[in-house]
Structures are given as structure tokens and as C-alpha cells.
């Protein structure tokens, strides 16, 4: 349309349509990225996943008004001759494919290191090799736990920002032993933004990272026996919408006394829209993408999202609303956690001028209504007659 055609840059350029090569285009972040560039813009996609069912909507009919702009190339990196020629036929790679639940990081080390470091690595060769853009997604927990959290519990200094606000060029990346396999997920992320800075230093590649603060918004992770496997543990906004659903205490892990902040999904997108659109502004940066001001310990997450859910279903919450769990018990050997996530914004700030605008509680009741009008039937069904397998 005349209107997607007139878009211009941060700079006042009108901006050329791009073919982008998104790589994990069927997840959370990639589902919400597609439906934005569809409808926002004159970009073309070429969505490449192992998955489409959350892009199913952007695929099919035939009728869409942005059909053609978008095809689904069903492939795994690990194994696929096709991925490089995807990658030349496009103008900049989006690489969002991660093996990038907790539950998985101590449990499946390998797999996560191999699909956070490995698998990536042909991505990041193609796009230098190829002189192609690429926007690759690294995590907050490169910067793993505060150097606050090595004071001494009553310290004063606890207090004060330069021991704990998170800062793309300044701040150490601080994880645990070896033992503690958390962290084989943040040294994969760690490594791979290194070995991307260096093929900039010494090959050109024109390279932006990003570094999500837990996102959280509608068709994140799965509903456990809905959507996904019932013994399956995804992160925390979809284990406690299900304990929600299902009438159930919500599981506050150690306490729930980490902290995070958490930003809408459709807010981080539109940095991500930024990103695309503004390569002179974009290249050659990290990007921290979160909301300071949305800051909660997991306990709070927790009582939160029994009133929102309350509020948005009309059911009343349980008379035990939360349980507390080890983490041991929950994750299993080998767990350990970031203590609190203050992204500093200084640098999105100067070089996008973006700014993320949802509070906590309008983002929750957003999504805990999708949550309820998506799975709340299908839960019914589930509880009534619960499936062997
Ligand atoms: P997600 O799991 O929903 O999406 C990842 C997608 O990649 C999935 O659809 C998966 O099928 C696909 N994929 C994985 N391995 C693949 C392979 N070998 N071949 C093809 N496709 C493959 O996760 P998300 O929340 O959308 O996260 C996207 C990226 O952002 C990840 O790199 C993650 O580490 C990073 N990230 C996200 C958050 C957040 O808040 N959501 C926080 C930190 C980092
Ligand atoms: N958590 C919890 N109960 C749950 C799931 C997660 O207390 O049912 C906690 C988890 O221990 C962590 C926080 O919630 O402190 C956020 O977990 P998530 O899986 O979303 O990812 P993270 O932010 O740690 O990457």
C-alpha cells in the first residue's frame, strides 16, 4: 500500500523493502516479529523453522493481503544444504534459533550448547562470507549475576546502581562453576557474541546483537499437556498461566525472591523494527532490549498474576495461591540463577531512540486474557479426562 511504501528511517530516508532470512521465524519472538513486518511494512520474509503452527495465521489463506510476501521453509540448521542459499537470495539474516529454556540449560547441556554455539556458527560464516547483514539473538544472561550479589547481604552498596544496572559495554559477564550447568546456555550466548564482534573486527560483517530481558506476551512456550508435553517446564509466564488454568498454586522457586523485569512482547518488536530499519544506526552494536521500570521479585510476578487472571476470568483464585519448591526439586541438579536484570538503556536510547511503554500489570492483563480465551476450554477437557500416554 501507499501508506507501508511511504515508510522512512529514523533519518528521514524512505526505506527500500528488504528480503529477510529469519531464522526460527516459527517461535515466540519470530511470530510476533512476522505478524509486524506483514502488517506494517513491504518487507518479504523467508521463514525458516523446524515449526509453523504459530504462524499458521500469516501462512494461510491464500487471501492474506501480504500473500507472497511471506514463505515458510520447513528445515533444521543443524543438517540443511538449503540454509546458505537462503541466506545469499536475502539482505540481512534474523537468527532466532535457540534451544532457550531454563529447565533445558541443566538438563540438556549439550543440546543447549550445541544449539546456542554450534549450530549458529554456519549463520554467522554465510553472512560474513556473503557480506549479508545479520541480526543475531544473544540473551540478558550473558551478563549472568550481579556483582552486587557478591556483597555482603546487609551492604549499603547493594543499594547503589553501578553494582547492579546491567550495561552492554561496561558490565563483566559473571556465571558460576562448571557444575552449576545453568550457566552452559549464557557461555554458548557469551561465545557466539564474541566470535559475531570479531567477524566484525577483522571480516567487516555488519553485525547487530540483541539481548532480550525476558520478553513475555501471548503464544509464548506452551501450555504443559495443552500444546506441549505434559511434563514439559517452560518458562515462568506459561508454567504459572498453567497453574492459573488449572486451578492450582503457583511454584515459587528458592523463595521466588530473584528479580526481573519483564517487557511486552509488542514493545520489544517494535526495537527489533528499529533495528531492521536503521542499519547505520543498528550496526556494529549490542543491543540491551528490556523494561527497567518493570521490575518485580518472581514472588511478586506470582501474586500478580492471580489477581490479573482472577480479574480477567471471573474464577476466583485457589485458597493456596502459592507453594514454595527447591530448585532442585523443580530444575534438578545443577541449577543456579541470575539475581536481578536492570537492562541499562543508555545506548537503544541514543542510537533508536526507543523507549518500551507497557506496564507490568496492563502487559499481564493483556496476555493472561489471551491465555484464558486460547486454553481455558481445552484445560476443562483435559482435567475431565485425562489422556494415558
Ligand atoms: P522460541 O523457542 O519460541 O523460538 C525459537 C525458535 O527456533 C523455535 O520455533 C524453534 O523451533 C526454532 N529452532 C530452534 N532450533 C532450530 C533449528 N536447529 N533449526 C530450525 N529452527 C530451530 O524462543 P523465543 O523466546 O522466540 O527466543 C528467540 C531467541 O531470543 C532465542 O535465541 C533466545 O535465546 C533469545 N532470547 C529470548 C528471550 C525472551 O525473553 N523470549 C530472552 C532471552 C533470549
Ligand atoms: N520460576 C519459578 N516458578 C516457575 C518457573 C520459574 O519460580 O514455575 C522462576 C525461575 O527460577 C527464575 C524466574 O522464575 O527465577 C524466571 O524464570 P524463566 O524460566 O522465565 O527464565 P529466566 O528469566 O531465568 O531466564
Known sequence: ??????????????????????????????????????????????????????????????????????????????????????????????????????????????????????????????????????????????????????????????QDPAYYVLKEDESPCIFGSIEKQRWSYACAKQLIERLIYAEGAENGLEFTIVRPFNWIGPRMDFIPGVDGPSEGVPRVLAC?????????????????????????????IEAVTLMIENPARANGHIFNVGNPN????????????????????????????????????????GYDDSDKRIPDMTIINRQLGWNPKTSLWDLLESTLTYQHRTYAEAIKKVIAKPVAN
Open 294 to 333: 518493570n521490575e518485580v521479585t518472581v514472588r511478586q510476578l506470582a501474586e500478580m498474576m492471580i489477581k490479573v487472571y482472577s480479574k480477567v476470568s471471573g474464577v476466583q483464585p485457589p485458597e493456596t495461591p502459592t507453594v514454595d519448591v527447591s530448585s532442585k526439586e523443580f530444575y534438578g541438579e
Open 1 to 158: 500500500s501507499s501508506a507501508a511504501s511511504a515508510r522512512v528511517d529514523l533519518d528521514g530516508n524512505p526505506i527500500k523493502p528488504l528480503t529477510i532470512c529469519m531464522i526460527g521465524a516459527g517461535g515466540f519472538i519470530g511470530s510476533h516479529l512476522c505478524e509486524k513486518l506483514m502488517n506494517e511494512t513491504q518487507h518479504k520474509i523467508l521463514a525458516l523453522d523446524v515449526y509453523n503452527d504459530k504462524i499458521k495465521h500469516l501462512l494461510e489463506p491464500d487471501n492474506l493481503p501480504w500473500h507472497g510476501r511471506i514463505t515458510f521453509h520447513r528445515l533444521n540448521i543443524k543438517h540443511d544444504s538449503r540454509l546458505e542459499g537462503l541466506i545469499k537470495m536475502s539482505d540481512l539474516t534474523i537468527n532466532l534459533a535457540a534451544i532457550c529454556t531454563p529447565a533445558d540449560y541443566n538438563t540438556r547441556p549439550l543440546d543447549t550448547i550445541y544449539s546456542n554455539f554450534i549450530d549458529a556458527l554456519p549463520v554467522v560464516k554465510y553472512c560474513s562470507e556473503n557480506n549479508k547483514r545479520l541480526i543475531h539473538f544473544s540473551t540478558c544472561e550473558v551478563y549472568g549475576k550481579t556483582i552486587g550479589s557478591f556483597l555482603p547481604k546487609d551492604s549499603p552498596l547493594r
Open 240 to 268: 504459572f498461566s498453567n497453574n492459573l488454568l488449572r486451578g492450582e498454586p503457583l511454584k515459587l522457586v528458592d523463595g521466588g525472591q530473584s528479580q526481573r523485569t519483564f517487557v511486552y512482547i509488542k514493545d520489544a
